[in-house]
């Protein structure tokens, strides 16, 4: 074997570094012998680091999923008391989402519309019953009136002739006070001027003095209730011309 195989082959059996016996073998060992406690220290805090960190992971995964899992049970919790409350506030509104107040109001309000309807109504109720209630009075004093016109007429040519006592005077008098009572006028006198809405003209007499159409004579007298004319007066006119 040559020199250079022999340093090849490695240490000598004999040599001291190779055998660690040297002084820097020996200063390398207690380096290592004296870092391993620091080093195992190290390595406990930092496994005690990363099992914290790792149970905190999992108990934040287990909050998250807790979380989650429970989301629908809560968002089914909260529909129902929002659904329950706006089912307090529809009974506490009513059914035209308004209060009790607001539906007494409302009410009040509908009934006194209702009243004063009413109270329209019965008002030209009244009005009307009374207006035909006067039209029926009329005409009841209408027939009555003209069932008793010859009478009347005869009552009147007897105070013309003058041929009626006292008495019968007196009758005369209490039975023409009776249809003033009633609204019944009687009308038609000598010498008024000729009017065509209440008289009736049965005879014209020319006169050459005459200025204008009067009333001669008054064969029958006229009634009259207001502005109706039960009969017109039957006269005799004088008229102008010859």
């Known amino acids: 074997m040559s020199a250079f195989d022999k340093d090849d082959?490695?240490?000598l059996k004999g040599d001291p570094a190779a055998a660690g016996g040297g002084p820097d073998g020996n200063e390398a060992k207690a380096s290592d012998a004296a870092s391993s406690p620091d080093q195992e220290a190290a390595r406990g805090r930092h496994a005690d680091k990363t099992a914290a960190d790792e149970s905190q992971a999992a108990s934040q995964s287990s909050s998250d999923s807790s979380a989650?899992?429970?989301?629908?049970?809560?968002?089914?919790?909260?529909?129902?008391?929002d659904a329950d409350s706006a089912k307090e506030d529809g009974a506490d509104k009513g059914s035209d989402g308004l209060t009790p107040l607001g539906q007494a109001k409302k009410e009040a309000a509908d009934y006194l519309e209702a009243l004063q309807r009413e109270?329209?109504?019965?008002v030209n109720f009244r009005n009307r019953a009374k207006k035909e209630q006067d039209i029926f009075r009329q005409h009841g004093i209408v027939d009555v009136l003209t069932a008793l016109l010859p009478a009347l007429d005869d009552i009147d040519r007897i105070k013309e002739h003058g041929q009626m006592d006292d008495s019968f005077q007196a009758v005369a008098k209490k039975i023409d006070k009776t249809f003033e009572k009633f609204?019944?006028?009687?009308?038609g006198e000598k010498?008024?001027?000729?009017?065509?809405?209440?008289?009736?003209?049965?005879?014209?007499?020319?006169?050459?003095?005459?200025?204008?159409?009067?009333?001669?004579?008054?064969?029958?007298?006229?009634?009259r209730i207001g502005d109706r004319v039960i009969r017109a007066a039957r006269v005799v006119v004088t008229s102008p011309g010859q």
Request: hydrophobic share 30%; glycine share 8%.
């Open 191 to 223: 010498g008024e001027d000729f009017d065509p809405t209440k008289h009736e003209a049965i005879l014209h007499k020319p006169d050459p003095d005459a200025k204008k159409e009067t009333v001669d004579t008054v064969v029958e007298a006229g009634y």
């Open 68 to 81: 989650k899992d429970g989301s629908p049970a809560d968002a089914q919790a909260d529909d129902k008391t």
């Open 9 to 11: 082959a490695g240490p």
């Open 119 to 122: 109270r329209a109504e019965f």
């Open 183 to 187: 609204g019944v006028e009687k009308f």
